[in-house]
C-alpha cells in the first residue's frame, strides 16, 4: 500500500528521484522539482527585471558592474582580467581574488554586455531557490512549507539588496552555500565538501567560510574530515591575502587590511578600538536582528547558522560604514545558509520536550513566509509595482545620447552612470584614475562636478593638464568631450 502521508497523489505514484512506487533511494521523501523550478523561474524574472530596468534607466549604483564587465570581457577574449577602471593595467586578482567569474566567459561570447552578468546573477540567486525550496520539503514532509520557504528566501533582504547593486562575485557562492548546506542537513559529507571547496574561487575571505563547514562537520562527528576542511579553508584563505594577491597587486599587499587598520578618515585604530566600535554598533547588531528575525530566531538551534560567523566577523570588524548594515550585496550569501539553518531547526525541535518548542517548529515557516511579505514591502523589488519604475525621463535620454556620442572601440574616461554601458566596445577608465593616460574621449555626468567645475573643458584641463579636448556633444546634464 502506497505512503501518502505528507506527499501528494503525483508524488505517492511517481517518487522525485525513484521508479514508479517506490521510495528514492537515499530513503528521503520524493520532492518533485516543477513546482520549485517554476518559482525559481519567477524570481529569476523578477531579480533581473529589476536590474536591467536599473541599468537601462542609468541607476546604477557604483563602479562595481563595470569592473565585473571588464574583467569578464577579457576573460571572454583569453585575456589577463585587466581593469582599467581601477587603473591603468590593473589586474583584478590583485584587488579580490575572484577567478570563478571566468565562468561567465563563454555567455559573454554570446551576450557581450554588463546585462550578460546581470541575468547570470538573477539565475544563480534563483537556483539557490530550488535547493532552499525542495530542501525543506524533503526534510519537514510538506510541499507547503517548501513553497513557502522558497518564497521567503526569494524574496530575502539580502538577495533583494544584493540585487539592487548589480551583479557581484558573490552571486556564485549563493547556490554553492544552499547545496552544501543540504548536503550537511542530509549527511552526505562528501557532497558537503565537494560543493564547499570551490567556495574559495570565489572570493578570498570564503576561505574561513569553508573553514566553518569543516567545523559543522567536526560537530557532527566527521572529526577527521572536518578537521581536514577546516584546515583546507583556513589554508586557502591564507594563501590568496598572503601570496597570491599581494603578488597580483601593484603594492604587493592584500590592500583591504586597511578596511580593519584605518578609519574612514584614514586615521590608525586600535585592535581596542576596533573591537569596541565593532560590539558598541547598532546598525551591526540591527542587520544580526534581521539576519535572525527572518526565521524566526529558530535558526539559532542549528549548527549551520556557524557558517555565517565569518562573513559577520570581517564586517564587524571592517571601519567601513558601507559593511555594517543591511544595504549592499553583503548579506546574500547568508541567506540560503540562515533558511537551511531553520529547516533543521524546525526539524530539532520536533522530539523537544518543550511542547511550547514544539507547537513553535510547526508554525515557523508560515511565520517566516509572512515576516518576508512584510519586510518585502519596503525593499528594492517594490519598484517594480509602479510606473515611474519603467519612465524614461530626460536623464535617460540625456545619458544614452552622451553614449553614442562614444565611438566604438576608442579610449574614454567616464563618470560611474556611464561605465558599464561603455565597457563592452571601449577602453574605460574612471575619472580620476587613468593617470598618465590621456584618453581620446571624457564623458562626463555634469550633476557630480556642478559644485567644482562648470565649464566641461575646465574640468578635462585639471584631469589631463599636458592634453587638450574639445566638446563633442553636451545637453544639461552630460558632456562628451574628444582629445584634439
Same mark, same amino acid.
Given at each position: 500500500?502506497?505512503?501518502?502521508?505528507?506527499?501528494?497523489?503525483?508524488?505517492?505514484?511517481?517518487?522525485?528521484?525513484?521508479?514508479?512506487?517506490?521510495?528514492?533511494?537515499?530513503?528521503?521523501?520524493?520532492?518533485?522539482?516543477?513546482?520549485?523550478?517554476?518559482?525559481?523561474?519567477?524570481?529569476?524574472?523578477?531579480?533581473?527585471?529589476?536590474? $536591467?530596468?536599473?541599468?537601462?534607466?542609468?541607476?546604477?549604483?557604483?563602479?562595481?558592474?563595470?569592473?565585473?564587465?571588464?574583467?569578464?570581457?577579457?576573460?571572454?577574449?583569453?585575456?589577463?582580467?585587466?581593469?582599467?577602471?581601477?587603473?591603468?593595467?590593473?589586474?583584478?586578482?590583485?584587488?579580490?581574488?575572484?577567478?570563478?567569474?571566468?565562468?561567465?566567459?563563454?555567455?559573454?561570447?554570446? $551576450?557581450?554586455?554588463?546585462?550578460?552578468?546581470?541575468?547570470?546573477?538573477?539565475?544563480?540567486?534563483?537556483?539557490?531557490?530550488?535547493?532552499?525550496?525542495?530542501?525543506?520539503?524533503?526534510?519537514?514532509?510538506?510541499?507547503?512549507?517548501?513553497?513557502?520557504?522558497?518564497?521567503?528566501?526569494?524574496?530575502?533582504?539580502?538577495?533583494?539588496?544584493?540585487?539592487?547593486?548589480?551583479?557581484?562575485?558573490?552571486?556564485?557562492?549563493?547556490?554553492?552555500?544552499?547545496?552544501?548546506?543540504?548536503? %550537511?542537513?542530509?549527511?552526505?559529507?562528501?557532497?558537503?565538501?565537494? $560543493?564547499?571547496?570551490?567556495?574559495?574561487?570565489?572570493?578570498?575571505?570564503?576561505?574561513?567560510?569553508?573553514?566553518?563547514?569543516?567545523?559543522?562537520?567536526?560537530?557532527?562527528?566527521?572529526?577527521?574530515?572536518?578537521?581536514?576542511?577546516?584546515?583546507?579553508?583556513?589554508?586557502?584563505?591564507? %594563501?590568496?591575502?598572503?601570496? %597570491?594577491?599581494?603578488?597580483?597587486?601593484?603594492?604587493?599587499?592584500?590592500?583591504?587590511?586597511?578596511?580593519?587598520?584605518?578609519?574612514?578618515?584614514?586615521?590608525?585604530?586600535?585592535?581596542?578600538?576596533?573591537?569596541?566600535?565593532?560590539?558598541?554598533?547598532?546598525?551591526?547588531?540591527?542587520?544580526?536582528?534581521?539576519?535572525?528575525?527572518?526565521?524566526?530566531?529558530?535558526?539559532?538551534?542549528?549548527? %549551520?547558522?556557524? /557558517?555565517? /560567523?565569518?562573513? /559577520?566577523?570581517?564586517?564587524?570588524?571592517?571601519?567601513?560604514?558601507?559593511? $555594517?548594515?543591511?544595504?549592499?550585496?553583503?548579506? @546574500?550569501?547568508?541567506?540560503?545558509?540562515?533558511?537551511?539553518?531553520?529547516?533543521?531547526?524546525?526539524?530539532?525541535?520536533?522530539?523537544?520536550?518543550?511542547?511550547?518548542?514544539?507547537?513553535?517548529?510547526?508554525?515557523?515557516?508560515?511565520?517566516?513566509?509572512?515576516?518576508?511579505?512584510?519586510?518585502?514591502?519596503?525593499?528594492?523589488?517594490?519598484?517594480?509595482?509602479?510606473?515611474?519604475?519603467?519612465?524614461?525621463?530626460?536623464?535617460?535620454?540625456?545619458?544614452?545620447?552622451?553614449?553614442?556620442?562614444?565611438?566604438?572601440?576608442?579610449?574614454?574616461?567616464?563618470?560611474?552612470?556611464?561605465?558599464?554601458?561603455?565597457?563592452?566596445?571601449?577602453?574605460?577608465?574612471?575619472?580620476?584614475?587613468?593617470?598618465?593616460?590621456?584618453?581620446?574621449?571624457?564623458?562626463?555626468?555634469?550633476?557630480?562636478?556642478?559644485?567644482?567645475?562648470?565649464?566641461?573643458?575646465?574640468?578635462?584641463?585639471? /584631469?589631463?593638464?599636458?592634453?587638450?579636448?574639445?566638446?563633442?556633444?553636451?545637453?544639461?546634464?552630460? @558632456?562628451?568631450?574628444?582629445?584634439?
Amino acid at each position: 500500500m502506497l505512503d501518502v502521508q505528507n506527499r501528494s497523489a503525483e508524488e505517492a505514484v511517481t517518487g522525485a528521484t525513484g521508479p514508479a512506487g517506490t521510495e528514492p533511494p537515499d530513503g528521503l521523501p520524493s520532492a518533485p522539482l516543477r513546482p520549485y523550478l517554476i518559482l525559481a523561474g519567477v524570481l529569476c524574472g523578477l531579480y533581473f527585471l529589476y536590474s $536591467w530596468v536599473q541599468y537601462a534607466h542609468f541607476r546604477t549604483p557604483s563602479w562595481d558592474l563595470g569592473i565585473f564587465g571588464q574583467s569578464v570581457r577579457a576573460y571572454a577574449e583569453f585575456r589577463a582580467p585587466v581593469v582599467d577602471i581601477k587603473g591603468p593595467g590593473f589586474q583584478i586578482l590583485g584587488d579580490h581574488f575572484s577567478p570563478v567569474t571566468a565562468l561567465l566567459a563563454p555567455l559573454y561570447w554570446i $551576450w557581450p554586455s554588463p546585462v550578460a552578468l546581470l541575468f547570470a546573477q538573477a539565475a544563480l540567486f534563483a537556483a539557490g531557490a530550488v535547493v532552499v525550496g525542495r530542501t525543506t520539503q524533503q526534510i519537514l514532509g510538506s510541499r507547503a512549507a517548501g513553497l513557502g520557504l522558497t518564497v521567503a528566501y526569494g524574496l530575502s533582504w539580502g538577495l533583494q539588496e544584493a540585487v539592487k547593486s548589480d551583479f557581484h562575485e558573490i552571486a556564485f557562492a549563493v547556490p554553492l552555500l544552499a547545496l552544501t548546506c543540504r548536503a %550537511l542537513l542530509l549527511g552526505r559529507w562528501t557532497a558537503a565538501v565537494a $560543493w564547499a571547496a570551490p567556495l574559495v574561487l570565489v572570493k578570498e575571505d570564503m576561505g574561513l567560510t569553508v573553514a566553518m563547514v569543516g567545523a559543522v562537520l567536526f560537530l557532527k562527528g566527521q572529526k577527521r574530515l572536518g578537521a581536514a576542511v577546516a584546515g583546507f579553508g583556513v589554508a586557502a584563505f591564507a %594563501l590568496t591575502v598572503l601570496v %597570491l594577491i599581494p603578488a597580483a597587486s601593484r603594492v604587493g599587499e592584500y590592500d583591504y587590511w586597511s578596511k580593519i587598520e584605518k578609519t574612514g578618515q584614514g586615521a590608525e585604530t586600535s585592535f581596542g578600538q576596533v573591537i569596541g566600535d565593532a560590539l558598541a554598533s547598532g546598525e551591526r547588531w540591527e542587520m544580526v536582528f534581521y539576519l535572525l528575525a527572518i526565521t524566526g530566531f529558530l535558526a539559532l538551534r542549528s549548527p %549551520l547558522v556557524l /557558517l555565517v /560567523l565569518p562573513t /559577520l566577523g570581517w564586517r564587524f570588524l571592517s571601519q567601513d560604514p558601507n559593511h $555594517w548594515g543591511m544595504h549592499w550585496h553583503y548579506s @546574500a550569501i547568508l541567506m540560503p545558509v540562515v533558511f537551511l539553518a531553520l529547516v533543521d531547526g524546525a526539524r530539532s525541535v520536533r522530539t523537544s520536550p518543550r511542547a511550547w518548542l514544539v507547537s513553535y517548529g510547526k508554525v515557523v515557516v508560515p511565520v517566516a513566509t509572512a515576516v518576508a511579505l512584510v519586510l518585502a514591502a519596503n525593499l528594492p523589488l517594490r519598484e517594480l509595482m509602479k510606473s515611474e519604475t519603467y519612465r524614461t525621463d530626460t536623464r535617460t535620454v540625456q545619458a544614452r545620447a552622451a553614449v553614442d556620442a562614444v565611438p566604438d572601440g576608442v579610449s574614454v574616461e567616464a563618470d560611474v552612470s556611464l561605465l558599464a554601458h561603455l565597457t563592452a566596445d571601449h577602453r574605460v577608465y574612471w575619472v580620476g584614475t587613468s593617470g598618465d593616460v590621456d584618453p581620446d574621449y571624457l564623458a562626463f555626468d555634469l550633476r557630480g562636478w556642478s559644485q567644482q567645475v562648470s565649464d566641461p573643458v575646465q574640468l578635462a584641463s585639471q /584631469l589631463h593638464p599636458e592634453a587638450r579636448y574639445e566638446i563633442v556633444h553636451r545637453s544639461d546634464g552630460f @558632456a562628451v568631450l574628444k582629445k584634439a
